[in-house]
């Protein structure tokens, strides 16, 4: 080009946007969901794959399609972390796999909690983890039990339907909604109407990516780090409803959701819902996996863009009702502990640590719950169970019968707050050991740090990732430890003072501070020592 030529603009590269005419796939995941539906894979599980075995199954089935059912491949044991890069995927999987079972709004009978164990024990090796999303993952499931497991599952109403995969996933719900005497309103039938009308449909069933969503009459539901969430609040003019937000989500490039400022009534939550994950599936970007959530397109647009798209004829199709914020909250409300309900019962929160309980597990609590005259519970998305409609006077007594089998309603500190993600036990993209590691660092600073039992009365959130994902949050919480090789070993890139609500910020990325799984409890019980000696009255870990 010559010094006299002006340069043509470049064109910008489509990012793969239905919308906007790009339909051809960018991508080998693109290719695999126009191939074929993801939910279609359930026809071949049934027919082929489970008859035939694990061999049988065609790879884009295997490592593409299986999720849109729950299914994904565990990690075959003994390979470190870290060599992930250098190995063909057929070498990295096991035979086995990890099976996500959702729970909407975290809500479980004692029918379908019966349900879990017994899947647990019989098929899963006692596997089972409650994880912060409010599912129950079970382990070393064969291809050639999922059928019986999905029928056992759906006879109860319980299902692993777009548990995983480029679809609305589980939608989480307050662990307290209808017995709180605090919530705004009880917005289970949304989750519900959601669920009958829209999971499982081929509507939603090619999204870019994954979406998460949550809706609750409470902010319990780390709502801030969803693609969509609906929270509890009360408008001056029209009353209960819901506040708007979109385009949250952590893992690589964390972004907090942002309100549309829109107060949505109860039951137009379905529509609306669908209206956000309508210009998810044709505005999102498909060109690059990395860049494909909703948050990408939210930062992109900014809010008001995008809630003139939603009451677009495309969409809405209607103006939404302009709203207040819900009120800041001040902590993460956990659920743990004993609390009065609306009606005059109690529920008791425990604290299952890391999420961590079993088969075997499951089948006494659901015992000891009814035992104790209650016959429901809920999980949380922080690892915990909640056991609901408890009489007074039985408080007590099911408290005692809960820690015998290791679920303690009076957990301390580190127990309550410590959260762990899946890792290198069983994850392919970990790079280090997570679960086990949380379980004896809690249990080294409950002896280590007795001595600051009374001081320590506000929560220090302790988050373990395995990898750079960030499946435990790790950028909201207290001290957040991304899994990476430090000198050599397994380690941890440390955040510090994140969190949600009144104080909803990213932890501090410390350059340098960078810890071994095995200087793990030395360094907290350091950080720990110095914030209860320098901490003013009423300061709480974040400030
Ligand atoms: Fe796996 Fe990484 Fe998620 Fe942990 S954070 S479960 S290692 S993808």
């Given at each position: 080009m010559s010094p006299t030529q002006t340069p043509t603009p470049k064109r910008p590269r489509g990012q793969g946007q239905w919308a906007l005419g790009?339909?051809?796939?960018?991508n080998p995941n693109e290719r695999t969901k126009k191939d074929d539906?993801?939910?279609?894979?359930r026809k071949r599980i049934e027919t082929i794959y489970s008859k035939r075995?694990?061999?049988?199954?065609d790879p884009q089935d295997l490592r593409g399609r299986f999720r849109w059912w729950g299914l994904y491949t565990q990690r075959r044991p003994g390979i470190p972390g870290g060599?992930?890069?250098?190995?063909?995927p057929h070498e990295l999987d096991d035979e086995y796999f990890m099976l996500r079972v959702r729970i909407d709004g975290g809500a479980l009978s004692l029918e379908q909690l019966r349900t879990v164990a017994e899947i647990s024990t019989t098929y899963a090796r006692d596997t089972a983890d409650v994880t912060d999303r409010q599912n129950i993952q079970l382990h070393w499931i064969r291809v050639e039990d999922v059928p019986v497991i999905w029928e056992k599952l759906e006879a109860v109403g319980l299902s692993t339907t777009?548990?995983?995969?480029?679809v609305p996933r589980v939608i989480l719900g307050s662990p307290v909604a209808g017995i709180s005497?605090?919530?705004?309103?009880?917005?289970t039938w949304a989750i519900d109407e959601i669920q009958r009308r829209y999971?499982?449909?081929?509507?939603?069933?090619?999204?870019p990516r994954k979406f998460k969503s949550a809706i609750s009459?409470?902010?319990?539901?780390?709502?801030?780090?969803?693609?969509i969430a609906f929270v509890g609040v009360h408008h001056p003019e029209h009353g209960p409803g819901l506040d708007l937000w979109v385009g949250g989500g952590l893992s690589t490039n964390p972004k907090l959701a942002v309100r549309l400022g829109a107060w949505v009534p109860l039951e137009e939550v379905p529509d609306v819902w669908a209206g956000v994950t309508g210009i998810f599936r044709d505005y999102?970007?498909?060109?690059l996996r990395h860049r494909a959530r909703l948050k990408f397109l939210v930062d992109d647009w900014g809010p008001e863009k995008f809630r003139e798209v939603l009451e677009s004829d495309e969409y809405l199709g209607r103006r939404l009702i302009d709203g207040p914020p819900p009120p800041p909250h001040v902590?993460?409300?956990?659920?743990?502990g004993i609390h009065e309900q609306k009606d005059g019962r109690f529920y008791v929160g425990v604290a299952p640590l890391v999420g961590r309980v079993s088969g075997s597990m499951l089948a006494k609590l659901a015992d000891v719950i009814e035992a104790h005259g209650s016959g429901r519970l809920r999980t949380t998305p922080h690892q915990k169970l909640v056991i609901l409609d408890v009489d007074g006077d039985k408080v007590e007594s099911l408290v005692t019968a809960l820690d015998a089998i290791g679920?303690?309603?009076?957990?301390?500190v580190f127990r309550r707050n410590t959260m762990a993600c899946?890792?290198?036990?069983?994850?392919?993209?970990?790079i280090v050991e997570t679960k086990q590691l949380a379980v004896d660092t809690v249990a080294e600073l409950e002896r280590r740090l007795a001595d600051l039992n009374e001081q320590l009365d506000v929560p220090i959130s302790l988050h373990l990732n395995g990898?750079?994902?960030s499946c435990a949050r790790i950028?909201?919480?207290?001290i957040g430890l991304k899994g990476q090789i430090v000198k050599g070993e397994e380690g941890f890139q440390v955040h510090l003072g994140g969190g949600l609500g009144l104080d909803a910020g990213f932890g501090r990325k410390l350059r340098g501070l960078k810890v071994t799984a095995a200087e793990l409890p030395d360094y907290v019980e350091r950080v720990v020592r110095r914030f209860a000696d320098q901490r003013t009255d009423g300061e709480r870990f974040a400030q």
């Open positions: 790009h339909l051809e796939p960018l539906d993801g939910l279609n894979v075995g694990f061999a049988s199954i060599k992930t890069a250098v190995l063909e777009e548990a995983c995969g480029d005497a605090d919530e705004v309103l009880d917005p999971i499982g449909s081929p509507e939603f069933s090619n999204l009459g409470l902010p319990d539901i780390v709502h801030e780090a969803n693609d999102g970007y498909r060109r902590e993460p409300i956990d659920h743990v679920l303690q309603a009076r957990p301390s899946t890792g290198l036990e069983y994850c392919k993209l970990a990898c750079p994902n950028q909201v919480a207290d």
